[in-house]
């Protein structure tokens, strides 16, 4: 009954590779999200979909792809991974605004190691 | 630019000592001000957020908007306290802006 759920939970690569981490949230919620959490512990927003539609594009590369096929899932497409991709990614979710209690939800995060 | 600062990366405090973690924001208009903490190996989760002002698990938090400030004030510091603390707003649509967190470590 997790809330909001991330596979991979680890995911090793090489550089130069292609990989994919899935999030999904059952809380009904049509706000989703992705951070970046680096070694330094900064926690950045990369993107943000509401209802399937990308409302928050932060200065990513466009190696970053996120896919939303449906308000409960967002994925998370990385082409050409390189070396400073390693970091851990946190899908999270929210209701919409008009009824915002104003929580995230979070996921346990994957933590991607980019050799 | 910059909308939430946490001017300290790491604070130690002392078991049973006052601990206070400094937050400031930048917005024009309204935002909604929270605390978020993550404990060692587990998720981000909220703490508390400033619309309830309640106190959780001891610690408050009170938005001061002269001072555009939402620090996070606890009397008395317990072990279980050490995790790192992220101070975040919400704005316009459904935005979330994090500060860039404050380990806290309270040795015994």
């Known amino acids: 009954d997790t809330a909001v759920s991330q596979t991979p939970k680890y995911l090793v690569t090489q550089m130069g590779n292609d990989k994919s981490i899935k999030c999904e949230q059952n809380?009904?919620?049509?706000?989703m999200y992705w951070y970046k959490q680096d070694s330094k512990k900064f926690l950045k927003i990369m993107f943000s979909?509401?209802?399937?539609?990308?409302?928050i594009n932060e200065t990513v590369p466009n190696r970053f792809s996120p896919k939303s096929p449906d308000k409960a899932h967002l994925n998370l497409h990385i082409n050409s991974l390189e070396l400073g991709d390693s970091a851990v990614y946190f899908c999270?979710?929210?209701?919409?605004?008009?009824?915002?209690?104003?929580?995230?939800?979070f996921g346990e995060g994957s933590r991607l190691t980019v050799l | 630019a910059q909308r939430v600062t946490q001017p300290e990366k790491l604070l130690s405090v002392f078991k049973g000592a006052p601990v206070e973690l400094k937050c400031n924001y930048s917005?024009?208009?309204?935002?909604?001000l929270f605390w978020y903490v993550q404990y060692s190996r587990q998720r981000l989760q909220l703490l508390l957020r400033h619309i309830s002002r309640e106190s959780i698990k001891g610690f408050t938090a009170d938005l001061n908007k002269g001072e555009t400030s939402f620090h996070l004030k606890k009397p008395f510091a317990q072990e279980e306290d050490s995790a790192m603390y992220y101070c975040?707003?919400?704005?316009?649509?459904?935005?979330?802006?994090f500060g860039t967190g404050t380990s806290l470590t309270v040795i015994p």
């Open positions: 979909y509401n209802n399937k539609e990308l409302i």
């Open positions: 975040a707003l919400s704005g316009h649509g459904n935005q979330f802006y």
């Open positions: 917005y024009s208009g309204s935002p909604e």
């Open positions: 999270a979710s929210s209701q919409s605004r008009l009824t915002n209690t104003g929580e995230l939800f």
């Open positions: 809380l009904g919620h049509d706000t």
